[in-house]
C-alpha cells in the first residue's frame, strides 16, 4: 500500500510580529501551533496524533533564522534557524563543534535542511539530540509571550516529555550561548540503532575546561538525551571529576556516576538495562576524547 | 481551508498554483506539475525518494508545504540534465527522462546510449548509468539530487563523505556500493 501523502486540512498562517504569534496561540488555544521545519508536526499529523487547524509558520518572522557570533557575546541562533545552516556557520565549526556534531547526529542531510534546533528543543523529546549539547553549552532560550521577552536556561526548559517550560502564548525566539570557558572542549556521543540518523538510544554531551577551583584543575557538564523523561544533566557524575586529579579511574568512577543518574524506560529502541549500560560507556568515551582534547592530543 | 497563490520557478520555468494549506511540495510537484519524477515513498521524512533541490538545498519534499516554496527555486531530478525534454520544450510535462540503456561495463550486449550526446545528462546521471547505480529506479531521482547537492556543496568528497550524504536515501536493490561508485565517478 502506498503511504498516503496528504496531511490532514489546516490554515497555514504567515504571522506579521511576534505579537501576532501570542495573540493566534491564545485565543485558538489548543488549535492553533507553531511549526518551524515541520519535519515532526507534519509526521505527528499525517499519523492523527495531533489535528491543529492552524498552522502558524514563524520562521518568516525578522531574525527568526539569523545566527550570529561576536567574541563578546557568543552565538545567537534563530528558533526558525535550520540544522545545516548552524552546523556549518563557521563560528559554530570553531568555537561550538558539540553542537555540530550533535546536529550532524539527527536523521539526514535533506532533513537537516528543514529541521531546526528551536524545534527540537520546543517538541521536549527525551532523544532530542541538540538537547544536551545546549545543557552543557549553558544555552538560554528567549521566549516570547504576552509579557515581552523572558529568558529561561536551557537546563530548566525540559519539564516532561513533550513539556516545556513556555506557558500559554509563549514562544521560543533564539537560543543565546555565551562565549565559553578559555579553553573549552566537547563532544558528543550517539548510539542509535544503526550507525547513521536514527533516534538515540543514548546521547551523551561533554564539556570540560581548565578551572583552578576544581581539585582536579579541570570543570565538567555532562548531559545525558534519551536515557530520563527529560534531557538531564548529571551532577555527580561532574562533582567526581571535579574532586580529584582525572585519572582512568576517575573516569571511569564519573561514568558510573552518570549511569546512575539515569532513569531510563525501555522502548522499542532498547531495555533500560542496556541503556543505563550504554549510558556509562558512552560517558566514559566522551569523557576520555574531551580529555585527549584538553590535552591536545 | 485556505487556498494560496504562489509562483515559483521549477527546474527553470515559473509556475503559478493556487494550492490548499495542507498540499506538500510533492505533491504538488507530482500532481498538480506532473514532474512524476519525484517519488513518494513514505511521506514521512524517512526515505529520501522525494528529495528536490530548494533554493540550492536538497530537502525531502513531503515535509515542505507547497505554499512555503512560493517564491523559491526548485530542481527535480527532471531539470538535472542539461537538455531534458522538459528544459527544452518539445515534450509536455510530465514526460520523464529517456530510458537509456547504460554499459554496464561487464560485457552486457544491451543496445547501448551513453546519453551524453542526446539528452546533455548531467556527470552524476551518466555516472549513475556508466556504473549501473540503477535497479528498479525508485529511489534514483532522490539519489541524483542529493548526490547532486553533494557535489556542489563538496566537489571531491570521501567515500565517508558521500555515504554520510546519501544516508537519507534508502535503496532496497543495489546495495549502494554501485552508487558510491557512481558518485566518486562523477566527483
Ligand atoms: S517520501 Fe519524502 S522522505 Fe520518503
Ligand atoms: S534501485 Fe530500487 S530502490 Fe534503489
Same mark, same amino acid.
Given at each position: 500500500m502506498l503511504p498516503t501523502p496528504g496531511l490532514p486540512s489546516f490554515d497555514y498562517i504567515q504571522p506579521a510580529s511576534p505579537a501576532d504569534v501570542t495573540k493566534m496561540l491564545l485565543k485558538h488555544d489548543g488549535d492553533a501551533r507553531l511549526f518551524m521545519g515541520g519535519t515532526d508536526v507534519f509526521v505527528r499529523m499525517r499519523d492523527g496524533f495531533i489535528t491543529p487547524k492552524f498552522l502558524i509558520d514563524v520562521k518568516r518572522l525578522p531574525g527568526m533564522t539569523a545566527i550570529k557570533f561576536t567574541k563578546r557575546a557568543g552565538l545567537t541562533i534563530g528558533a526558525g534557524a535550520s540544522m545545516n545552516a548552524i552546523a556549518r556557520h563557521p563560528a559554530v565549526v570553531e568555537h561550538y563543534p558539540i553542537l555540530a556534531q550533535a546536529i550532524d547526529s539527527v536523521a539526514s542531510y535533506q532533513l537537516r535542511t528543514r529541521a531546526t534546533m528551536g524545534g527540537n528543543l520546543c517538541n521536549a523529546s527525551p532523544a532530542a539530540d541538540t538537547a544536551p549539547a545546549a545543557i552543557v553549552l549553558g544555552a538560554n532560550l528567549v521566549l516570547y509571550g504576552r509579557r515581552g521577552e523572558r529568558v529561561v536556561p536551557a537546563e530548566k526548559f525540559f519539564l516532561a516529555p513533550g513539556k516545556t517550560a513556555l506557558k500559554p502564548g509563549e514562544f521560543l525566539l533564539r537560543i543565546e550561548i555565551s562565549p565559553l570557558p578559555k579553553g573549552a572542549v566537547g563532544k558528543y556521543m550517539k548510539l542509535g540503532r544503526n550507525a547513521h540518523g536514527d533516534l538515540a538510544i543514548v546521547g551523551v554531551a561533554v564539556l570540560g575546561y581548565p578551572d583552578k577551583r576544581a581539585k582536579s584543575g579541570y570543570a565538567f557538564r555532562i548531559a545525558l538525551a534519551s536515557v530520563a523523561p527529560t534531557p538531564i544533566r548529571s551532577p555527580q557524575a561532574e562533582s567526581v571529576l571535579m574532586s580529584s586529579p582525572i585519572t582512568p579511574e576517575v573516569i571511569a568512577r564519573a561514568a558510573t556516576a552518570a549511569m546512575e543518574t539515569a532513569q531510563p524506560i525501555s522502548d522499542v529502541r532498547s531495555s533500560a538495562e542496556y541503556r543505563r549500560a550504554m549510558v556509562k560507556t558512552l560517558t566514559r568515551r566522551a569523557l576520555e576524547a574531551v580529555v585527549d582534547l584538553m590535552h591536545g592530543t | 481551508m485556505s487556498q494560496h497563490s504562489i509562483t515559483l520557478t521549477v527546474n527553470g520555468t515559473t509556475e503559478r498554483a493556487t494550492v490548499p494549506s495542507n498540499m506538500t511540495l510533492l505533491t504538488m510537484l507530482r500532481? /498538480?506539475?506532473? +514532474? $512524476?519524477g519525484t517519488k513518494n515513498g513514505c511521506a514521512a521524512g524517512e526515505c529520501g525518494a522525494c528529495t528536490v533541490l530548494l533554493n540550492g538545498e536538497p530537502v525531502n519534499s513531503c515535509m515542505v508545504l507547497a505554499v512555503e516554496a512560493d517564491g523559491a527555486e526548485i530542481v527535480t531530478v527532471e531539470g +538535472? #540534465? &542539461? @537538455? #531534458?525534454p522538459d528544459k527544452a520544450g518539445e515534450a509536455g510535462r510530465g514526460h520523464t527522462s529517456p530510458v537509456t540503456t547504460g554499459e $554496464? =561495463?561487464? =560485457? &552486457? $550486449? @544491451?543496445? /547501448? $546510449?551513453?546519453?551524453e550526446d542526446r539528452w546533455g545528462l548531467d556527470a552524476i546521471q551518466q555516472a549513475f548509468v556508466d556504473l549501473t547505480g540503477v535497479q528498479c529506479g525508485f529511489c534514483t531521482p532522490g539519489m541524483l539530487i542529493s548526490a547532486r547537492a553533494l557535489l556542489d556543496r563538496n566537489p571531491h568528497p570521501s567515500e565517508a563523505e558521500i555515504k554520510d550524504a546519501l544516508r537519507g536515501n534508502l535503496c532496497r536493490c543495489t546495495g549502494y556500493t554501485r552508487i558510491v561508485e557512481a558518485v566518486k565517478q562523477a566527483a
Open positions: - | 500532481e /498538480v506539475l506532473v +514532474l $512524476t +538535472l #540534465a &542539461h @537538455s #531534458a $554496464t =561495463g561487464r =560485457g &552486457h $550486449t @544491451s543496445p /547501448v $546510449t551513453t546519453g
